[in-house]
């Protein structure tokens, strides 16, 4: 159903009482065609490319173990961009930029997909080497990609530290598509659309158990009772590690807290994504005006959902650095999600050794702007058995192998001398 302004203020007015929720409280059915455990960005999205785009899958749960949205997709930075290096990572994410691009007709839901560009600002003449390199390649896969000098730089950002700063700022590497999404709009839009063609979102239903028989995973044991099914699909993010664990898997990723963070409402200032290149920092402003912006992970493993002061320094610090006048704003709250970081830095997307057992994990840095493709691989990866091409590179196996995609999650981030 579509709203009139004037009948989205009524509303307002009576306390929302003639909305009707964006999805349905589904209780648990006995069983499932499918289950995929999580429902934040991954799961969600997962749940409605199989419903979508292989609807011979049959029936389809998502579990999720609190409320939708309390976990990493709720917990975020909302950048979404494609300016990755490495062939095995710039593929997927620009084919996750397109997706972003027509997210929005495509699920009938406001998502605020702001378009806004990101610029990876450099600090010497061999990051802009680096830069250059990562544009090329961006380019070569199809994405948009343009190197800055300082002169056409300040014009286009005059408020950075050019001059007087430890690091000063020489150009950028641009992406003008990249930019930002509400990211519960995004919960909330993939959730509505997907329980639309029929998924059942089974929110306070924690997993205890991955039931397996003669090899084969064949359901779960939920707080909510036993649930069977033909397929088992782990989307949990920062606990993936202890979700595999319940299926006797031991996975290459580490948790990690990553914080992030918002200061009081501003004026309209920054209006595109900014990252600072001599160190960890990135900031954008949100259209409620908050500045947000964060850094690197907690140096220590943890599923606490919280950081620590250390890093709040070192963000701020880098911040100041970039562009002093945001010693003036207020900090107004910060918050943090639980990362799995793999071994280098690129996501997992493949079967595991436990039949019928699906795994997406290992995001990174990355989760938030990989949601699309990260659920549009992954339901083709379940529903068909292969691989999607442009996620081929994501496999369980190339740890063992030796075949990994070193880019650390972030794209090129080189030596500044």
Known sequence: ????????????????????????????????????????????????????????????????????????????????????????????????????????????????????????????????????????????????????????????????????????????????????????????????????????????????????????????????????ATKVAMAVAGSSSLLAAKAGLRLPIESHVLQAFVTEGLKPLIDTVITFGAGHFYISQSDKGGLVFGGDIEGYNSYAQRGNLPVIEDVCEGGMALMPMLGRARLLRSWGGIVDMTMDGSPIIDKTPVENLFLNAGWCYGGFKATPASGFCFAHLIARGDPHPVAAAYKLERFAEGNLIDEKGVGAQPNLH
């Open 1 to 228: 159903m579509r709203y009139s302004a004037v009948s989205v203020f009524i509303q307002a007015l009576q306390g929302h009482t003639g909305w009707k929720p964006a999805w349905r409280k589904a209780a648990p059915a006995p069983f499932y065609d499918v289950v995929i455990i999580g429902g934040g960005g991954g799961g969600l999205s997962t749940a409605y490319y199989l419903a979508k785009n292989h609807p011979e899958t049959g029936r389809i749960a998502v579990l999720e173990k609190s409320w939708l949205g309390s976990g990493n997709v709720g917990r975020n930075t909302t950048i979404i961009r494609s300016n990755y290096l490495l062939p095995g990572n710039e593929p997927f994410y620009e084919f996750s930029m397109k997706l972003w691009e027509g997210l929005e007709q495509d699920i009938n839901y406001n998502a605020m997909v702001s378009q806004r560009g990101i610029y990876n600002l450099y600090h010497s003449d061999i990051q802009r080497d680096a830069y250059a390199r990562r544009g090329n390649s961006m380019i070569l896969h199809g994405a948009d990609a343009e190197l800055l000098e300082r002169a056409q730089l300040s014009q286009e950002i005059p408020y950075l530290n050019y001059e007087n700063a430890r690091f000063p700022v020489q150009g950028a590497l641009v992406q003008r598509r990249a930019g930002t999404a509400r990211h519960d709009a995004v919960v909330w839009g993939y959730a509505r659309a997907a329980d639309q063609r029929g998924v059942d979102i089974i929110e306070n239903c924690e997993v205890a158990a991955i039931l397996q028989e003669n090899g084969k995973a064949v359901g779960v044991e939920t707080n909510r009772g036993t649930i069977r």
